[in-house]
């Protein structure tokens, strides 16, 4: 006999727990481009390179399409810090639903102290986009907990 199953009981609460922590990395992650929002240098950048990262996963029980493939693109950002100092970088954020094309104009936040530390300021491609996904993503898993804890006890 299987000592889990996937409608044991303990499955509620793992996904309560995954689903903290989800909300957890969605604040923390807002909370620290918040901060940078308000204590870096914004400024404009330009695109100058885009590179795509193509993730094959070879599914061997789906008949109708046995492979899937996704597609993200990471952008690299030129921009000139307020010396004059021309810097690039690469978004540490990736997105499969980035519409930026290569010599295309963006926001950009510095660090004023060390330049090379950069993010793109918004859209898809920054931090705000990520840690909305972490909250959609983890609300529901949190809440599937709270329904586990209320059914033990009703």
């Known amino acids: 006999m299987y ?14 727990l995954i689903g903290l922590l989800l909300i957890y990395l969605g604040f923390r992650t807002l909370r620290r481009h918040r901060y940078r929002k308000r204590h870096w240098v914004r400024t ?16 061997p029980f789906d008949r109708d399409d046995p492979v899937d493939t ?3 693109r990471r ?3 030129r ?3 307020a010396s004059g100092e021309a810097v690039e970088f690469w978004n ?7 519409l930026n094309r290569v010599g295309s104009k963006i926001k950009v936040l510095y660090n004023p102290s060390n330049p090379r530390d950069a993010r793109i300021a ?5 931090a705000g986009c990520l ?12 809440l599937s907990g709270v329904f586990a804890v209320l059914k033990f006890f009703l």
């Open 122 to 126: 918004g859209g898809v491609n920054g």
């Open 75 to 77: 952008l690299k950002v």
């Open 131 to 142: 840690a909305f996904m972490l909250f959609l993503i983890g609300v529901p898993f949190a």
């Open 92 to 98: 540490p954020y990736s997105t499969n639903l980035s």
């Open 79 to 81: 921009f000139y810090t």
């Open 70 to 72: 996704s597609y993200t």
């Open 44 to 59: 404009k950048g330009q695109i100058v390179d885009a590179h795509i990262e193509v993730d094959i996963d070879v599914v």
């Open 3 to 16: 000592w889990f199953h996937f409608s044991s009981d303990l499955l509620m609460p793992l996904f309560s």
